[in-house]
C-alpha cells in the first residue's frame, strides 16, 4: 500500500506538469485514503505539497518564457490574502460537529471530504469538456477586466483556502479567456499563481497544526520528481489530449467520495 501511496504522490506532479492542474485535487485523497491523515491536517500538507510542487514547475516553465509574471501577481493580489486570512481565522474555528440529527452527525472531517469530492465532480467536468486551445498566433491578448479578475481571485482563494486545491482547472480557462494568453503560457502562470496561493495560504497554519515535516519532505520530493517528469512529457505530447481522460478518472474519484462518506461512515 505504500509503494501504491508514493506512486500516486508521483502522479500529483505529472500531472501538474502535463496540464498545469489538477494534481492538487488528487493529493487530499491520496494523503487521507492512502496515508491515513486528518482530512483537515491533510488539507494543511495539501497547500505545502502542491505549492513547493508548482514552483519547481514554474522555474522551468519561466526559463521558457511561458510565465505571465505581471498577470499572476494582478491575479494573486486577491487570492493569495484571501487563501492566508481563510487558513489564519477561518480553519481553525471550524467545530468539530457541524450538525447531528438523528442517528447524522456532520463532523469537520466529513464535510471536509464532502466539499472537496464536489470540488473534484466540478473540476473533472471542466477538465472533460476542457476548452480547445487557440492557436498562438491567433490569441488576441486582452486588456484584463480588473473586477473579474478580482471575483475570480476570491474565488481561487477561497476553494485553496478551504480545500487545500490548488483550483488550476479555474485558472487556466480564466487566464485563458479573460486575459487572452495562450495555453501554455497559461499554464506555467497557473502554476506561479497556484505556487503562491498555497505556499502563503501554508504559513497561515503555522502554530495551528502539528507537522510531520519529514513525511511532508518525502511526498514533496516525490511530487517535485513527478513535475519534472511531466514537464519533459509536456514538451513530447500535447497534455490536453489526456486532460480528457484524467478528467474521467477524477469524476469517478470524486462519485467514489462521497458515496463513501455519507453511505458508509
Do not use: Q
Not at 474555528?93 to 469537520?108: A, C, D, R
Not at 478580482?150 to 485563458?176: K, Q, S
Not at 487572452?180 to 497559461?186: Q, R, S
Amino acid at each position: 500500500m505504500e509503494i501504491i501511496a508514493y506512486l500516486a504522490a508521483a502522479l500529483i506532479g505529472i500531472s501538474l506538469g502535463l496540464i498545469g492542474g489538477g494534481g492538487s485535487i488528487l493529493t487530499m485523497p491520496v494523503l487521507v485514503y492512502l496515508f491515513g491523515v486528518n482530512p483537515l491536517l491533510a488539507t494543511s500538507y495539501s497547500l505545502f505539497i502542491v505549492g513547493t510542487t508548482s514552483l519547481a514547475g514554474t522555474i522551468g516553465n519561466f526559463r521558457r518564457g511561458l510565465v505571465n509574471i505581471k498577470t499572476a501577481l494582478l491575479f494573486g493580489s486577491a487570492s493569495i490574502s484571501t487563501v492566508f486570512l481563510t487558513r489564519k481565522f477561518i480553519i481553525p474555528n471550524i467545530p468539530k460537529t457541524i450538525f447531528s440529527i438523528g442517528g447524522f452527525e456532520l463532523s469537520e472531517n466529513m464535510l471536509m471530504m464532502i466539499l472537496f469530492a464536489l470540488l473534484m465532480v466540478a473540476a473533472a467536468i471542466a477538465m472533460i469538456k476542457g476548452a480547445r486551445e487557440l492557436p498562438g498566433s491567433v490569441v488576441e491578448k486582452r486588456k484584463p477586466h480588473m473586477g473579474k479578475l478580482f471575483c475570480y481571485g476570491l474565488a481561487i482563494g477561497l476553494t485553496t483556502g478551504f480545500l487545500g486545491a490548488g483550483g488550476g482547472f479555474l485558472l487556466i480557462p480564466t487566464l485563458v479567456v479573460l486575459v487572452g494568453l495562450p495555453m501554455k503560457e497559461a499554464v506555467g502562470t497557473s502554476l506561479f499563481i497556484i505556487a503562491l496561493n498555497s505556499v502563503i495560504g501554508f504559513t497561515g497554519d503555522l502554530g495551528h497544526f502539528s507537522i510531520d515535516w519529514v513525511f511532508l519532505a518525502k511526498i514533496t520530493a516525490v511530487a517535485i520528481t513527478g513535475i519534472m517528469a511531466g514537464g519533459v512529457i509536456n514538451r513530447k505530447i500535447d497534455g490536453g489530449k489526456l486532460k480528457k481522460g484524467f478528467g474521467w478518472f477524477v469524476l469517478v474519484m470524486g462519485c467514489y467520495i462521497i458515496l463513501k462518506e455519507i453511505a458508509f461512515n
